[in-house]
Antibody, heavy 113, light 112 residues
């Protein structure tokens, strides 16, 4: 069974940092494009970042460029999102997504003073 | 960025009746290889999204055949042939032909 389990969310002050992790199982992780998507409270879905299977290609939404970094460790079947210079508007549930098809349960990031 | 516009944003339907959601993109979603990367997602209250349809009209495994996708270029439609109670959810279209990938605003389907 394909499964993604996110962790690392929490409450952080504006300007702070968080590192989200996604533990993947049930499929050959190293073969798939992986993404982070988010959903602010009561709002719609937003794509955040995507990484290629070998980690050499990375794409970001403009609002996080220079602040967030997507990465992966294929040996550990894990996906990461390093979030720096966090803003109040980054508050959202962040989902780890495989190829657009399979979603984790999400981890909540709250940015507030 | 490609703007995805869904309509309606709210859709009250009677159980057993059909429902249709429109999604329009601000530019063609046809990729250079001829594929059109337009997907539909369902998000039930309190749950993670679930992909229903990919490449315009291909149903994901386990998706009931009352759900169908159609369209081309810039105009796309998700249809539910006969709405059931479990279909109460918000539905999103998403394009992943162009970077950044973008979503429609969502259409909330509720029972009358």
């Amino acid at each position: 069974e394909v499964q993604m389990v996110e962790s690392g969310g929490g409450l952080v002050q504006p300007g702070g940092s968080l590192r989200l992790s996604c533990a993947a199982s049930g499929f050959t992780f190293s073969s798939y494009w992986m993404s982070w998507l988010c959903q602010a409270p009561g709002k719609g879905l937003e794509w955040v970042a995507t990484i290629s299977p070998d980690g050499t290609q990375k794409y970001y939404v403009d609002s996080v460029k220079g602040r967030f970094t997507i990465s992966r460790d294929n040996a550990k079947n894990s996906l990461y999102l390093q979030m720096n210079s966090l803003r109040v508007e980054d508050t959202a549930v962040y989902y780890c997504v495989r190829n657009g098809q399979d979603w984790g349960q999400g981890t909540l990031v709250s940015v507030s003073s | 960025d490609v703007v995805m516009t869904q309509s309606p944003l709210s859709l009250p339907v009677t159980l057993g009746q059909p429902a249709s959601i429109s999604c329009r993109s601000s530019q063609s979603l046809v990729y250079s290889d001829g594929n059109t990367f337009l997907s539909w997602f369902q998000q039930r209250p309190g749950q993670s999204p679930r992909r229903l349809i990919y490449k315009v009209s291909k149903r994901d495994s386990g998706v009931p055949d009352r759900f169908s996708g159609s369209g081309s270029g810039t105009d796309f439609t998700l249809k539910i042939s006969r709405v059931e109670a479990e279909d109460v959810a918000t539905y999103y279209c998403m394009q992943h032909t162009h970077w950044p990938h973008t979503f429609g605003q969502g259409t909330k389907v509720e029972i009358k």
